[in-house]
């Protein structure tokens, strides 16, 4: 157990709709990362925030938001869902405070969209 | 872009040592180089990262040449369970930035 929880662990959704995938870093760790896997574009990193504030984007699409509350959790918003939104999306954390860290990755969100 | 190169798979018999190369010719003087695998769509998991120095933890360890230049990733004694795409990923030393992942090595222990 990484100590990352990635709530739903399975959804699935019509195209055209809107999804909230949930992450909850290890307790302590400031930095959120959101990846995305599908099988034929392997993980790629799609936005990061660090204490509630963007850090890093990657590529992201525009129908796609995140946020980091203030106790940390983040959330991952997916709207106008195509059918190639379908995807694993991964949560990591860290501690990110300029130490040489290691990142913890959550189980995932299976998304379908059909 | 990943800036790092890897087979795309390999074989080990299961209690053999497992080799996995990679190479990062244009990685710089702060940058680390970190192994994570991905058992079977579960997340990734960290194994190791070194700077400069060889590295052993109780998962495996890491050589680097002296050059920086590659590193090989051992498994002492490979188990079934060890069979995963094990990525290599060099990474700025601040520790805050994200892990680009490549394609990765398809690592197939077999009985």
């Known amino acids: 157990d990484s100590g990352v929880t990635q709530t739903p662990k399975h959804l699935i959704t019509a195209t055209g709709q809107r999804v909230t995938l949930r992450c909850s870093p290890r307790s302590g760790d400031l930095s959120v990362y959101w990846y995305q896997q599908s099988l034929d574009q392997g993980l790629q990193f799609l936005i990061q925030?660090?204490?509630?504030?963007?850090?890093a984007k990657g590529n992201i699409l525009e129908r796609f938001s995140a946020q980091q509350f203030p106790d940390l959790h983040s959330e991952l918003n997916l709207s106008s869902l195509e059918l190639g939104d379908s995807a694993l999306y991964f949560c990591a954390s860290s501690v990110g405070a300029g130490s040489v860290t290691e990142a913890f990755f959550g189980q995932g969100t299976r998304l379908t969209v059909v | 872009d990943a800036k790092t190169t890897q087979p795309p798979s390999m074989d080990c018999a299961e209690g053999r040592a497992a080799n996995l190369p990679c190479n990062h010719s244009?990685?710089?003087?702060?940058?680390?180089v970190y192994w994570y695998r991905q058992i079977h769509s579960q997340g990734p998991q960290y194994i190791i990262h070194g700077l400069k120095n060889n590295e052993t933890n109780e998962m495996a360890s890491l050589i680097i040449t002296e050059d920086r230049k590659s590193s090989t990733l051992i498994l002492p004694h490979a188990t079934l369970r060890d069979t995963a795409v094990y990525y290599c990923i060099v990474r700025l030393y601040s520790g805050n930035t994200p892990l680009v992942f490549g394609k990765g090595t398809r690592l197939s222990v077999i009985a």
């Open positions: 244009t990685i710089s003087g702060n940058e680390y």
């Open positions: 925030y660090y204490n509630g504030e963007e850090r």
